[in-house]
């Protein structure tokens, strides 16, 4: 019964983290949160410490980990995740995705659970197609500022694919695109938050080049949603989550303006080095594994993000 699944989020009070945490107790699961706090945040769970389903480790994955119990799933979403903390952070960022990995895999294979591996679409780097397959290789500059994120999730599918065909661990890959919502940091450094603190504070909007570059922006818990019926499906292959909804960084700042009522100037700064030009999933496995697409539209996603600022705060 559904009381007896327990599953442990490593990275659980991070952003999409502490969003698993409380999908899988809504379930009726148990939930082991693990985070060393880096870039996690207790009070994006402070509200379930102290449910009896609910437990958390202040704990670094890259340690050895040991957690008392059976485990049914690893849900394995320990990283920096935003290019300013990957880059303040790039050897803990290698680690998480290389020992971390390895870690939370033997985990898994002791417990003779189901690991789940949150990779990216920077796997795919600077791509050279358009949309992104996942039978696409990549594109991606090993010695670049990025290299440190998008090398270390390549290396954790190849380690997490070699304990399914070595150890017969029963895997799944996630490949996330860029997503928003409630419990982003305002200074993480990526467009929504540093978008929507400017807009706030009335400051100008920075973008970055010309603003021409594109991503796709998949709200929080439609995420969510493809996670948890990845988690239940039987597919060992990556699948691609995110929203196909593709836009300029330049209407997005625009966007993001009008819904907070904003007259913040829009300014450009300089491109980070390696920004992907173009980023767009093809969600087409997805939708036919798994029966999924996201049905919150960015407007509605933007005004529940502002909503939580405003009430919440950072
Ligand atoms: N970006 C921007 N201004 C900012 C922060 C980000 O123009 O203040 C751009 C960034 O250069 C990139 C896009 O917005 O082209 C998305 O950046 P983000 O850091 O959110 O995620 P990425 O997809 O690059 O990992």
Known sequence: MAADRRVLVTGGAGFLGSHLCERYL???WEVLCMDNLSTGRIRNVEHLIG???FHFYH???TEFIHVPGHLDLVLHFASPASPIDYLEMPIQ???VGSLGTHKALGLAKEKKARFLLASTSEVYGDPLIHPQKEDYWGNVNPIGVRGVYDEAKRFAEAITMAYHRYHQV???????FN???PRMRLDDGRALPTFMGQALRGEPITIYGDGSQTRSFCYVDDLVEGIYRLSQSGYVQPVNLGNPDEITIRAFA??????TGSTSELVHRPLPQDDPKVRQPDIGRARDVLGWEPTIPLKEGLQRTLDHFRHIGD
């Open 26 to 28: 809504a379930e009726g």
């Open 51 to 53: 449910r009896p389903d």
């Open 59 to 61: 704990q670094d994955v």
């Open 93 to 95: 960022t290698l680690k």
């Open 170 to 176: 029963d895997t799944r890959i996630v490949r996330l």
């Open 179 to 181: 997503t928003y919502g």
């Open 254 to 259: 625009e966007h993001v303006k009008a819904i």
